[in-house]
């Protein structure tokens, strides 16, 4: 059996829609990520999957429940980084002034880690695993939407992480593109045996994970 | 550390200088302002300080370095001559007689300023030779010199002779005597380029000037020259400590202090004012940088998700300011260098659109522009410079490193 990686107990968020009203967005989440495991959420727009997605991360609090990363607790604070996860959103965010393999290689400095030959190495391999490594030296401007996200793909994993969360990484893509481009994800997904939370529109593609998941009136029910 | 520090480094150099291009608009338009502000107060600095040289070498020629002035008249001048000569640090001395006479030529009157000098000592302490535009100065026992403004206002040239009256004659009057004025030949014309100077004043001998004023062999005052290496204000000040009361030493920046002040008031202007056109430049980094900053929000969030601090995002954005700021101090220098070398050519050319070929000479009286380098100027420039940048850079820096995570991430 898989050592569990992320587990999110009873998380409620709400905003405030007036001066004395709050609206719920969600409440008792409970979600386990075991180390290797993908699970994907689909939902309507504004259900709040993205605002799930950030809280499990970290990045967005919540108003009660408790979040459990690698056996450590995980806050929302003023620093957004958490060690072992790693983001992948719907637009690529590439520095356009950087070649796609300085791409690659920019999480990895900003870590303070040394970028030496097998860390390059790692970026070449990630590339070629991703069919871009004709592009290495080429700026992101130069690439198509399709390709740009293999980029922002490739960086990800860069940072060695346990657990990605994908905030529909194929939303700005075409329905061809968005397939070569999840069976690309999933493959190296599994590859690496790296876990992940996919949030999609496309059930089709949440389908293809261990467990998927809909995000309909606040409640996460499981679908698979 | 240094590894946390370098990405910074080399990210803000790659967001100043994408790969491929050689720099964005705003990288060079900011660094355009940079050197153009730094150019233009490095030529204008440049030339005052040239400016203040030959004015410093010009009151050095006409006063000598240092004057010993006293409110009576010093009697014994050979044996204060001895003493001075003697003294540590002095390389020559001339005494002087000085005062105010009325000359006539024809029908024309003037009250110059009158200067009796020692014709065998004087030139070891000012070098009249350079004025002398016609005559020699070793006839100064034979009659009297004139400023060239002096010599046109009485309509004379060398070899007139005009009548001088002293203020003896004032005296004579009051005792019912009449004193005849002295006729003088004018064996010399001199131009010493000090307006003040050259508008009205005439040179004569030591005798001729104590027989005019009745001072046997008094003088007004000794002018001193200073042996090399020692320091005119300090050796004032030895002088001062031992010269008995009424005699004083002033050294030639004591002498013409206001004037010297008003120097230096001008140029502390000129580089208060110019330096805006440097703030100026700085405010277009910083606005640069803050658009840059709305820009790349995103990319801010993504780099803080991977585990930048705060202080690192901040210096991402100092770094284009510390980056934008020293080439442009660097060319900006080169430019004005460049700029002063062909100083010349550019005023003659620029001069000689408009105005007559002699213009500069005839209105300044200077057709080359002097023109002094003071490193102290480039260090302040420079400093200055930076510091303006980097403190333009603080604003954008901090709106960077507190912008909120989530929100830049959600914004779409």
């Known amino acids: ?47 709040g999957k993205s605002t799930l997605l950030f809280a499990l991360g970290g990045l967005e609090g919540v108003d009660s429940g408790t979040i459990c990363f690698c056996n450590q607790m995980i806050y929302h604070h003023s620093n957004p980084y958490t060690p072992g996860i790693s983001y992948i959103f719907q637009h690529y965010y590439l520095i356009e002034e950087l070649s796609v393999l300085e791409n690659l290689l920019i999480p990895v400095r900003v870590m303070g880690e040394k970028v030496n030959a097998g860390v390059k190495d790692q970026a070449h391999r990630l590339l070629l695993e991703l069919g871009l490594e004709k592009f290495s030296h080429q700026l992101p401007k130069t690439l198509s939407g399709g390709e740009r996200q293999r980029v922002a793909i490739g960086r990800t994993f860069m940072m060695n992480p346990r657990l990605i969360l994908a905030d529909e990484p194929t939303g700005s893509l075409d329905e061809q593109t968005s397939l070569r481009v999840i069976q690309m994800f999933f493959s190296v997904c599994q590859k690496f045996k790296t876990s992940f939370i996919l949030v999609t529109h496309n059930e089709n593609f949440a389908m293809q994970a261990n467990k998927y998941c809909r995000l309909e009136q606040g409640e996460l029910k499981r679908c698979k | 550390m240094q590894l946390a520090f370098m990405w910074t480094l080399k990210l803000a150099l790659h967001y100043l200088f994408p790969k491929g291009r050689i720099g964005t608009f705003f990288t060079w338009m900011s660094i355009a302002g ?85 014709a065998k000592t004087v030139q070891s302490v000012l070098p009249l030779n350079t004025f002398v535009r016609s005559g020699d100065i070793a006839d100064l026992n034979q009659g009297v010199f004139v400023t060239k403004g002096l010599a046109q206002t009485l309509n004379v040239n ?69 042996k090399a290496g020692t320091s005119v204000q300090q050796l004032c000040s030895k002088l001062n400590a031992h010269l008995p009361k009424p005699l004083k030493a002033y050294s030639w920046m004591e002498l013409d202090a206001d004037f010297l002040h008003i120097l230096k008031l001008e140029k502390a202007m000129s580089f208060f004012v110019l330096l805006f056109v440097i703030l100026v430049a700085c405010f277009s980094i910083s606005s640069g940088l803050m658009s840059s900053v709305v820009r790349k929000t995103r990319e801010i969030a993504l780099l803080r998700i991977w585990g930048a601090r705060r202080w690192q995002i901040a210096a991402l954005f100092c770094w284009q300011a510390v980056f934008l700021s020293s080439i442009g101090i660097l060319l900006g220098f080169i430019g004005g260098i460049s700029v002063l070398h062909y100083r010349n050519d550019v005023i003659r050319c620029l001069t000689g659109l408009i105005f007559p070929k002699d213009f500069l000479w005839n209105f300044y009286s200077f057709s080359n522009l002097p023109v002094a380098y003071a490193w102290q100027d480039f ?31 959600r914004s779409e």
Request: with cysteine.
């Open chain 2, 158 to 226: 060398v070899g007139d002779i005009f009548d001088i009256y002293s203020p003896l004659s004032l005296e004579a009057i009051k005792r019912d005597e009449v004193l005849l004025p002295k006729e003088l030949p004018i064996v010399g014309i001199f131009e010493t380029e000090w307006a003040e100077i050259d508008k009205n004043t005439l040179l004569c001998s030591l005798e001729t000037l104590q027989d005019l004023y009745g001072l046997a062999n008094g003088v007004h005052g000794f002018s001193l020259s200073v």
């Open chain 2, 379 to 409: 260090a302040l420039v420079g400093s200055l410079t930076f510091i303006i940048a980097l403190l333009a850079a603080i604003i954008p820096a901090l709106k960077a490193s507190f912008s909120l995570v989530t929100r830049s991430l």
């Open chain 2, 34 to 118: 940079i050197a153009l502000g730094v150019m233009v107060l490095t030529v204008v600095l440049s030339i005052m300080n040239g400016f203040d040289k030959t004015i410093h070498s010009k009151l050095i020629q006409i006063n000598g370095q240092i004057k010993i002035l006293s409110t009576s008249i010093i009697e014994d001048c050979t044996q204060w001559m001895h003493t001075l000569e003697n003294f540590e640090g002095v390389s020559h001395v001339t005494p002087f007689v000085q005062g105010i006479a009325l000359v006539q030529h024809g029908d024309y009157v003037q009250f110059p300023r009158c200067l009796g000098v020692d």
């Open chain 1, 1 to 47: 059996m898989n050592k569990v990686l992320l587990i999110a107990d009873k998380l409620t968020k709400s905003f405030a829609s007036s001066k004395t009203e709050r609206f719920c967005l969600w409440h008792d989440i409970n979600i386990e990520i075991s180390e290797g495991e993908a699970m994907a959420i689909c939902g309507e727009s504004g259900s």
